[in-house]
């Protein structure tokens, strides 16, 4: 599913240069869940941006789903992301539309026949628990209600990889829990899943395979 | 997909508020004067139309011809070049002519001791031919006949007159081309400050897999719209301005021009005025800032 080869991403040039990653090689099968550990500015939102062409490696090879991410051209991004589920540490919720509406939203720009829209955004809220609160606006929701929202959004749409950037990174404990349990089952239900977080504890607890960074560059890669 | 994205086009125009609104109005206004100055040229080519249909050249003769010459000068004339159509008039059928012009006073007329007009040809020039150049070459073919004693006409006023049309026609082009800057920039503001509104949507739907049509479109549309109600507006104002003024003026024109009534725009150029608005506002959307996958 991923496939990264002697990758290497650096910003600016001369003294300001800044190395972000350096040859870093994985790979990731279809039907795993990765969980992807290291501190603060270890790249760990650099990698998983290079996985959806938000930025482009330095050197390297990505392979993500079939495609050569960085030989993509702009007019077959779409094609990507359309297979990658995305979630943020914040839920990045659209403020004026319910939670309904959030995904339908999704699902419609991407192409989805209309007459799926409904019964695909219904299935995805019900997958994390949400169904009640269809109708909530982002201001109505909890922390841990809008991190499901935007878990069902990335979801609707059925893609292949789930990629999660700190996902519980905004909320308590039990909240913390219950988005990973919602994962778990994503991943359950044959999503690959890749899960990106500073919180070493929650690497252990969920004992996976765990890909650990510092400073840029793979130090681990163990379970 | 195009209703729903003509949904978020609508949703966009709400939320440019006054910025989208004075677009609108700049558009009205640019296309209003632009139909005001098209109106106006419009008759003004059609009374010069008629006119140029009322140009003659008349070729006063040293002596009436006998019946038999009739035909045969009749016939040379008209083998002239910018010739459509020659009319004998005789000497007696000239002061006929004059005593009905004369009315009341025709019997002057009687008292003359002998009939002193002489007989001519007036001649029609073709419709290329109407012009100032086109009637001095004529009247200059007519002057070198020997049976012509003098030669009168020419078309300089009807070409003022077409002068006049074209600068109509330039100045509604170039009023309404600064009026359309105006507007297209318009436009373009209120829809880049709907692209900043929009951000966290667009981001979203990068995100998502959203192609750069899908995101651009509605901005497009929004543009679109912004245009067409604009020209609606223009339309609606020039047809009541036209219902309202029409009828007052149409003496006048009748009196200056001789045009029976002033027409209004056909329904193709109406129109066009329409997808010339939809055109502008589109081109104010398409010039937004910023593209989605930059």
Redesign the interface.
């Known amino acids: 599913m991923i496939r990264l080869h002697h990758v290497g991403k650096t910003f600016g040039a001369g003294p300001a240069k800044h190395t972000a990653l350096a040859d870093i090689t994985f790979g990731i099968d279809k039907g795993e869940f990765v969980v992807l550990n290291g501190p603060s500015g270890a790249g760990k939102t650099t990698l998983l941006r290079l996985l959806?062409r938000?930025e482009v490696p330095t050197e390297g090879d990505v392979e993500v789903a079939g495609f050569d991410v960085p030989a993509l051209s702009?007019?077959r991004?779409?094609?990507?992301?359309?297979?990658?589920g995305?979630v943020f540490q914040d839920a990045?919720l659209?403020?004026g539309r319910t939670v309904f509406e959030n995904i339908s939203?999704?699902l419609?720009?991407?192409?989805t026949p209309?007459k799926d829209v409904t019964p695909r955004a219904f299935a995805a809220l019900k997958a994390v628990g949400l169904s009640a609160r269809a109708q909530a606006y982002p201001n109505q929701l909890s922390q841990g209600e809008a991190q499901r929202a935007s878990l069902a959004?990335a979801i609707a749409?059925s893609p292949q990889l789930l990629l999660a950037d700190e996902p519980t990174g905004n909320l308590d404990e039990e909240m913390a829990d219950e988005i990973l349990d919602v994962i778990d089952d994503i991943w359950q239900r044959g999503t690959t899943v890749l899960l990106a977080t500073h919180q070493a504890a929650l690497a252990d607890q969920l004992k996976r395979r765990t890909l650990t960074m510092r400073q840029g560059r793979l130090v681990k890669d163990e379970g | 997909?195009l209703g729903?994205l003509a949904g978020e086009a609508a949703r966009d125009l709400r939320r440019a508020g006054r910025v989208g609104l004075s677009a609108i109005l700049l558009i009205t206004l640019s296309l209003a004067a632009l139909g005001c100055f098209w109106l106006l040229s419009l008759n003004l080519g059609r009374a010069v139309e008629q006119w140029r249909e009322r140009v003659r050249v008349v070729a006063y003769l040293r002596e009436e011809p006998r019946a038999a010459g009739v035909d045969d000068l009749l016939a040379r004339v008209q083998a002239l070049d910018g010739v459509q159509r020659v009319r004998f008039v005789s000497r007696a059928e000239a002061l006929s002519s004059l005593k009905r012009s004369l009315g009341a006073q025709a019997s002057v007329v009687d008292q003359l001791p002998r009939n002193p007009l002489p007989a001519s040809l007036e001649v029609t020039p073709t419709p290329e031919a109407a012009t100032p150049d086109g009637t001095r070459g004529l009247v200059q073919r007519l002057s070198a006949m020997s049976e012509v004693d003098e030669v009168q006409g020419g078309a300089e006023w009807v070409e003022s007159l077409a002068q006049w049309q074209r600068l109509f026609e330039l100045t509604g082009l170039g009023v309404g081309a600064v009026l359309a800057l105006a507007a297209i920039l318009t436009v373009t503001t209120a829809t880049t400050l709907v692209l900043h509104a929009r951000r966290?949507?667009m981001?979203?739907?990068?995100?998502?897999?959203?192609?750069?049509a899908?995101?651009r479109l509605p901005l497009l549309l929004q543009g679109m719209t912004q245009g067409l109600l604009g020209a609606a507006l223009a339309l609606a104002a020039l047809v009541t301005a036209h219902a309202v003024f029409a009828p007052r003026l149409e003496p006048l024109l009748t009196l200056t021009l001789g045009l029976a009534r002033a027409v209004f725009l056909s329904p193709a150029q109406m129109a066009l005025l329409l997808a010339g608005g939809a055109m502008l506002g589109a081109f104010g959307g398409l010039l937004a800032k910023g593209r989605a996958?930059s």
């Open positions: 959806y938000d702009r007019r991004i779409p094609r990507l992301r359309r297979s990658i995305i990045k659209l403020a939203f999704v419609r720009v991407i192409g209309r959004r749409k | 997909m729903f966290d949507e981001e979203i739907m990068r995100l998502v897999g959203a192609t750069e899908v995101i996958y």
